[in-house]
């Protein structure tokens, strides 16, 4: 209209416009409501009679107030719509092709808006609607009405798997010839489905001279991950695209099972590749946690790659031929293979006899089977062992004195019986130490330390090849370790004993870099032996799935079991990605597999009319054109209860309160927002630094975790209480800071609660604590994690973080608080220091070794104040008090002083943060008590 | 446009406020001596010494004396101390006497945003300052049909709780018609909204003994330029009076003639009687028309003046 995107749905209504002369009319002479005027000279003028009785006008403006709101009344009721889609006056039924694969999640709300759009100006032109989602199921296609289709739409949901759009053709062709006149619109995402090009030239067939639309972004966006690979030393993932998009990099970011991020990785395309990879550089053990992959920000579940077991650290089970002590570990060969490959590999102990510990090792999918000194094997066993090394997996074993009274077929040599023995009591020889490895060798490159010093070993019968099958030898030639191929898989033997008593290898560091080398070469265990068995009939059922957008839901209704353990297909509607099966033996099924690609759609063969993925933003503008009507009319109350002479009453009563404040609010109802976002822009960042130094406060680190942040807050209120009632130090409000921007040199004190979820400090701010503790600061940092760490000495993630945290800072030695540190004696005399739990070790920097002097003092310290305490009690939540004053957490522990301790210690670690060594002085008090008393 | 602003009955009764702000102006006014020769000899007394021997009370001087007065106007205690007889004479004591009356009918609690005060709040402190100046001149006021003449030092506060007190007069736009003595001088403070005849019956009546006045017209802005526009509805406050304007501007210019025509009427009324007019508007400081009362008191009386 006009040349503007503007059109109206009842045009006739815009006839009325022209009674706005007549209302003018009638409203100039109607004027408003005379004024009431108090005037005490009306008594001697009574025989002053009006001249003109004619009224005075409305005031121009008022007029025109009055005939803007008729004017938009009017315009409002056409149904003015601002950029409507293109009307098409054919009235044909509009068919709407929905792609709802998850190449189309990154950007679903765009296509909702547009295919809406789509839905609601067909509504305008009274079409009917039918609605396909390409990578749902195929149902028979029923024109419905414009507002059921959009019901529907709203119910669609972008799904994880790649579409298979070819099963629709044939609902499209009963529609189609139920309805030969329909206009089809085609919301694509542009990446070819299983069917690949199939849909399109099927479609074109069908199509003939209808009109199609496709409506699809310039270029495919879609980003996803297909396939992870675990190998040497770091984890590698391939991220795809079905053509060169713009998106040239990006972050792919590894989570673990409970969605915390672990590591991030950048990617980047070069040029107009499709395909690039990333790679994780983490330790082993975070490694093994990555449970999910994905491509930040790109919301796609087609964007995030699962990793079950398969991918995973090698699972090395241990099996000793003799028996152990449990009393006398060092002992046991296994004791130091177990502390060589811990590190690198998932340790399973086999349980009960060899030959059962060997049956359970092997069920548990083990790829690595350690023997040590286990001399020969069953022939059952023998069987499931050598089936386990044919099909891939990998045995080491290690020799002893079983090995040398007699062995199996399994060694890559053959060996004579007995040993050799070197450098014993009754030998000439002294320790044979290994020559340098061969370059065939794997162990090349690994130095050889002077002091391994071999006494005993098992010899191999010289054979042709024994030459090819030593991996490492003495200097003196011998075969130290052989290996041979059997089948898939690898046998490796060392010729020496896993325990010192043979030589003493396996002290050094030499033996885990040997392992590490060995267990790397074991392949991917191929689940034989008992997934052998049952493989075929072992169905497991989706635990966790993914949606469209690559989140975790529980599985839909229509989710199936796979049938098998080796389920490695492309996810489909049936089975879609997620983890199958239970926790620990997880089966991941994810949208794309190893060695997928996107591949871009051709639309050519549609002859399609093709629209961008710009919505046209149509705009119904009878909402604002109504309120502005309402507005003015408002205003026009107001300016009649004026001009009537009423408002000043109306202020009067309400001391100008009320109309005031509408005003006010009126004018904030138009500009409001706009004024709010400038507001928040011009606001500069007011930090309180006087204040900071002008009382001695605590201060805590702001981790971002809303409520550990509140924690410490409140923590440090109830420390700062108790410090106030008890001590000389009146210290004011504790205050949050983030060391990257605030200056924290104001404050003795600092408590940092770790929260392993967050990021890791900048570079910056951990310069700054450096510089912090060095000038005199201590930092209280809280892993809060007493309770919740892992009995078995592992560390906890809170652990990890600090440790990561604390990598680049000079650290001075650390150890558990002595009972003689002066920090138990500064203000009370404590044991130890206890917060909500009371079994965390509290570390602080190392005391010098003791003097010969100090010996008798009850309080020793070091030269300053000990620049870190470490505690894991919680420290915070036992202090914490709430605005009444009432304790907020419970104390875990059985003493029922445990708070009371709780405050006592951080007394004491405030009172040393404060004073330093002063108390260790305390041992002139005898001394001085000595003198009193004379 | 004008705002106005019509006040209650009891805001129309002097409070403290009026009381504090009249000794406030009373105190910027110079300081008043009527002129003893024009005083006509009355026989009441006031605490203005004359300066001569007289009716009084202080002590003036002794004289010889003379044979024929009376005996008992010797005063013994002097003449024993020598061989004459002394009389004690005291000062001749007398005093003005100045009649006030403040309008404090519904017409005059009338006041707009163009004024500094009400038209009531002016009258009254105009009334309480002059009452005020006068009696520290030695004169006495006192309240038309209301209060005797008096001298009291605390003048403002008797007349003020005089009218505080005096409801019935809330009333009244004009002043009862009671006579005053010939040499006395009334001050009248009001709007006179009234019609000329009436002013002038009651004006008659007060000087018909010789007595002079001075009408003080305590005039708001509002009722001098009437700046209003578009349509109106005009209300009496006294009689309830409304009267409907279309065009208040066309009407405006009317009423400024026929305002102008009541004043001069009003003056013609006063000249032929030889009182005064003062038109006081309230958006002038009180002090201005004070000094022109004081001024033409003094002037009619041949009263001189100087500073404090």
């Known amino acids: ?934 | 446009m004008a705002r106005v602003r019509v006040l209650s009955e009891d805001a129309r009764l002097p409070g403290r406020t009026e009381t504090e702000n009249a000794l406030t102006l009373a105190q910027r006014m110079p300081r008043l001596v009527l002129e003893a020769r024009r005083v006509a000899a009355s026989l009441s007394h006031g605490v203005h010494g004359r300066r001569r021997a007289g009716v009084g009370e202080s002590f003036w001087q002794f004289r010889p004396f003379v044979a024929g007065e009376a005996a008992h106007r010797i005063d013994w205690r002097r003449s024993g101390r020598d061989d004459r007889l002394y009389v004690r004479e005291r000062e001749w004591e007398t005093a003005q006497t100045i009649w006030f009356w403040i309008d404090r009918s519904a017409s005059m609690g009338f006041s707009s945003d163009l004024a500094q005060a009400s038209k009531i709040e002016r009258g009254i402190v105009l009334g309480l300052a002059l009452a005020n100046c006068f009696v520290e001149a030695g004169e006495r006021a006192g309240m038309l049909g209301l209060m005797a003449p008096r001298a009291s030092r605390r003048i403002t506060e008797v007349m003020a709780q005089t009218m505080v007190a005096d409801r019935t007069a809330l009333e009244d736009d004009l002043p009862p018609q009671a006579p005053i003595a010939p040499l006395h001088e009334a001050v009248l403070i009001s709007d006179f909204l009234s019609p000329p005849r009436e002013i002038a019956t009651v004006v008659e009546g007060i000087s018909s003994r010789g007595a002079r006045g001075h009408l003080v017209m305590v005039v708001d802005p509002v009722e001098e330029t009437f700046p209003f526009q578009g349509q109106a509805i005009l209300h009496d406050l006294e009689d309830g009076v409304s009267l409907r304007i279309g065009d208040a501007v066309s009407w405006g210019r009317a009423y400024r003639e026929r305002i102008a025509r009541h004043r001069a009427e009003l003056e013609e009324m006063a000249r032929r009687r030889g009182w005064t007019v003062t038109i006081h508007r309230t958006d002038r400081p009180a002090s201005e028309a004070a000094l022109r009362i004081l001024t033409l008191v003094s002037a009619s009386r041949g009263a001189t003046m100087g500073g404090r």
């Open chain 1, 1 to 934: 209209m006009l040349g503007l995107p503007l059109t109206f749905t009842v045009p006739l209504v815009l006839t009325a416009l022209a009674a706005l002369p007549a209302i003018w009319l009638l409203l100039r002479i109607t004027p408003p409501q005379p004024k009431r005027v108090d005037f005490p000279p009306l008594k001697i003028l009574a025989d002053l009679r009006p001249e003109r009785e004619t009224p005075a006008r409305t005031p121009w403006w008022l007029l025109l107030l009055r005939l803007a709101l008729a004017a938009f009344l009017i315009i409002a009721a056409a149904g003015p719509i601002w950029n409507p889609m293109a009307a098409d006056s054919s009235r044909a039924p509009l068919l709407l092709v929905l792609d709802n694969g998850f190449a189309a999640a990154h950007d679903w709300r765009e296509r909702m808006n547009l295919a809406s759009e789509r839905i609601e100006a067909a509504g305008r032109e009274g079409r009917t609607v039918a609605l396909v989602a390409a990578a749902g199921e195929p149902v028979a296609i029923e024109p419905t009405s414009p507002a059921a289709a959009l019901e529907r739409l709203r119910s669609f949901q972008p799904l994880p798997h790649l579409p298979n759009r070819q099963p629709h053709l044939e609902p499209i062709r009963r529609y189609l010839e139920a309805s030969p006149d329909a206009e089809i619109v085609w919301i694509s995402d542009g990446v070819a489905g299983v069917d690949g090009q199939g849909f399109i030239e099927g479609l074109a067939q069908m199509a003939e001279d209808r009109r199609i639309t496709v409506v699809k972004a310039e270029r495919a966006s879609a980003l996803a991950l297909a396939g992870v690979e675990n190998t040497g030393g770091q984890l590698t993932t391939r991220i795809i695209r079905a053509e060169p998009n713009g998106r040239d990099a990006g972050i792919v970011r590894a989570l673990d099972l409970k969605n915390l991020p672990l590591a991030d990785a950048r990617f980047s395309f070069e040029g107009n590749a499709t395909e690039t990879t990333a790679a994780f550089d983490v330790p082993t053990e975070i490694r093994n946690a990555i449970a999910r992959i994905e491509v930040l920000g790109e919301g796609s579940a087609g964007a995030v790659s699962l990793v079950d077991e398969r991918g995973k650290r090698r699972r090395v089970g241990l099996v000793f031929g003799g028996t152990s002590d449990q009393a006398q570990p060092l002992l046991s060969p296994l004791y130091y293979i177990e502390r060589a490959l811990s590190p690198y590999s998932e340790i399973r102990h086999g349980r009960g006899a060899v030959a059962d510990a060997v049956s359970q090792l092997i069920d548990e999918q083990v790829s690595v089977l350690v023997l040590a000194d286990v001399g020969g094997l069953d022939r059952e066993t023998l069987g499931r062992v050598t089936e386990f090394v044919e099909n891939g997996g990998l045995l080491l074993r290690f020799a002893g004195s079983r090995l040398a009274a007699g062995n199996d077929d399994l060694v890559p040599v053959r060996l004579r019986r007995g040993g050799r023995n070197l450098g014993g009591t009754l030998s000439w020889d002294t320790p044979k130490t290994f020559a340098p490895f061969t370059r065939e060798s794997p162990f090349f490159g690994l130095a050889v330390p002077d002091e391994i010093g071999v006494r005993r070993q098992i010899l191999a019968e010289p054979d042709g090849d024994l030459a090819s099958r030593t991996w490492a030898s003495l200097a003196d030639g011998t075969p130290i370790v052989t290996a041979d191929r059997k089948g898939d898989g690898l046998v490796v033997l060392f010729h020496v004993t896993g325990d010192t008593t043979w030589s003493n290898l396996p002290l050094s560091g030499l033996f885990v870099d040997m392992l590490r080398r060995i267990t790397a070469l074991a392949g991917a265990p191929n689940d034989v032996g008992a997934e052998a068995r049952n493989a075929e009939n072992q169905t497991v059922a989706p635990r966790l799935t993914l949606d469209g957008y690559g989140t975790f839901t529980s599985p839909p209704a229509n989710a199936r079991a796979v049938v098998t353990r080796d389920y490695a297909e492309r996810a489909t509607a049936e089975h879609p990605p997620g983890f199958y099966g239970p926790v620990d033996s997880s089966l991941a099924v994810n949208a794309l597999v190893a060695g997928d690609r996107l591949a871009p759609l051709n639309y050519a063969p549609l002859n399609a009319r093709m629209a961008g993925l710009v919505g046209a933003q149509t705009i119904d503008l009878r909402a604002p054109l109504f309120t502005l009507a309402l507005v003015l009319l408002l205003i026009d109350t107001l300016a009649s209860l004026w001009l009537g002479g009423h408002l000043a009453n109306l202020t009067g009563r309400m001391r100008r309160a009320g109309a005031g404040a509408a005003l006010v609010l009126a004018a904030l109802l138009i500009t409001g927002p706009a004024a709010n976002v400038e507001a928040q822009e011009q606001r500069p960042p007011v930090r309180a630094n006087t204040d900071a130094a002008l009382v001695t406060r605590l201060a805590y680190v702001i981790t971002g975790d809303a409520q550990v942040d509140e924690t410490s807050r409140a923590g440090l209120a109830g420390l700062t209480q108790v410090l106030a009632q008890r001590t000389a130090l009146q210290p004011g409000e504790p205050i949050g800071i983030d060391p990257a921007r605030d200056e924290i040199a104001f404050y003795p004190l600092i408590y940092w609660p770790i929260v392993a979820s967050r990021p890791i400090p900048s570079e910056a701010a951990i310069r700054r604590i450096d510089a912090f503790m060095k000038g005199g600061g201590t930092v209280i940092f809280d892993t809060r994690d007493a309770f919740t760490a892992p009995s078995s000495g592992a560390t906890s993630p809170e652990g990890q973080h600090l440790r990561r945290m604390l990598a680049t800072l000079d650290i001075p030695e650390l150890e558990p608080v002595p009972a003689d540190h002066v920090l138990t004696k500064t203000f009370y005399i404590l044991d130890n220091f206890m917060g909500r739990y009371a079994t965390g070790q509290t570390w602080v920097e190392a005391l010098p070794p003791e003097t010969e002097d100090e010996s008798t003092r009850p309080a020793r310290s070091g030269d300053g104040v000990s620049p870190i305490i470490i505690t894991s009690n919680d420290l915070a939540a036992a202090w914490a008090v709430g605005p009444r004053g009432e304790a907020l957490y419970p104390v875990v522990g059985s003493d029922p002083r445990q708070r009371e301790m709780a405050y006592r210690g951080g007394v004491n670690i405030v009172m040393y943060a404060l004073t330093g060594n002063y108390k260790a002085d305390q041992v002139h008090v005898p001394a001085l008590l000595e003198r009193l008393g004379q």
